[in-house]
T-cell receptor
Framework: KQEVTQIPAALSVPEGENLVLNCSFT??????LQWFRQDPGKGLTSLLL?????REQTSGRLNASLDKSSGRSTLYIAASQPGDSATYLC??????????????FGAGTRLAVHP | SQTIHQWPATLVQPVGSPLSLECTVE??????LYWYRQAAGRGLQLLFYSVGIGQISSEVPQNLSASRPQDRQFILSSKKLLLSDSGFYLC?????????????FGPGTRLTVL
């Protein structure tokens, strides 16, 4: 059974710091891995998607890496800003028969960036 | 462009009452549709998914059911709510057969069962 764990559960940092959020998964047979952002009481916004054959993806100040063999992914946030405050969710995608996919989510890391 | 709607945004219901949450998608046809629940302090859990009208698969046994009466409409229901049904319910869609495509999430419904 696939399980996804995110560490730390919560993080509070001053503005400008570089951050690393960690995600681990128990079964390396994933199709891809995705990082989402969730603002309080809101839906999810996709940040980065890394295919199982890829090692990393970058978007602006965000960089996500994937080590499939060890079951780990990290989300690196450079020069953090108060607007980055949110919960960050990691999810692995499993392929299911019938042409659709299933996401297994971690519990998230709640990030607070203070001025 | 595609948009996904959920309503209501917030709902407070007594134990034992029925439930109906609605999700609709615009701007696409024959999407895959999903219902997730996010309990306090826990990750999102997939409840149901659908690859077409009337085709519903359940991930976990529970007090809830889902239906897809139209191509772009997905409904989550319960005949009698339990306290444990409280949570944040998210609907999502993805392209049919999109193995690599992301799922696009709606704004969610906050359900509190008292």
């Amino acid at each position: 059974k696939q399980e996804v764990t995110q560490i730390p559960a919560a993080l509070s940092v001053p503005e400008g710091e570089n951050l690393v959020l960690n995600c681990s998964f128990t079964d390396s047979a994933i199709y891809n891995l995705q990082w989402f952002r969730q603002d309080p009481g809101k839906g999810l916004t996709s940040l980065l998607l890394i295919q199982s054959s890829q090692r990393e993806q970058t978007s602006g100040r965000l960089n996500a890496s994937l080590d499939k063999s060890s079951g780990r992914s990290t989300l690196y946030i450079a020069a953090s800003q108060p607007g980055d405050s949110a919960t960050y969710l990691c999810a692995v995608r499993l392929f299911l028969s019938g042409g659709y996919n299933k996401l297994i989510f971690g519990a998230g890391t709640r990030l607070a960036v203070h001025p | 462009s595609q948009t996904i709607h959920q309503w209501p945004a917030t709902l407070v219901q007594p134990v034992g009452s029925p439930l109906s949450l609605e999700c609709t998608v615009e701007g696409t046809s024959n999407p895959n549709l999903y219902w997730y629940r996010q309990a306090a302090g826990r990750g999102l859990q997939l409840l149901f998914y659908s690859v077409g009208i009337g085709q519903i698969s359940s991930e976990v046994p529970q007090n809830l059911s889902a239906s897809r009466p139209q191509d772009r409409q997905f409904i989550l229901s319960s005949k009698k709510l339990l306290l444990s049904d409280s949570g944040f319910y998210l609907c999502a869609w993805s392209w049919t057969g999109g193995l690599t495509d992301t799922q696009y999430f709606g704004p969610g419904t906050r359900l509190t069962v008292l």
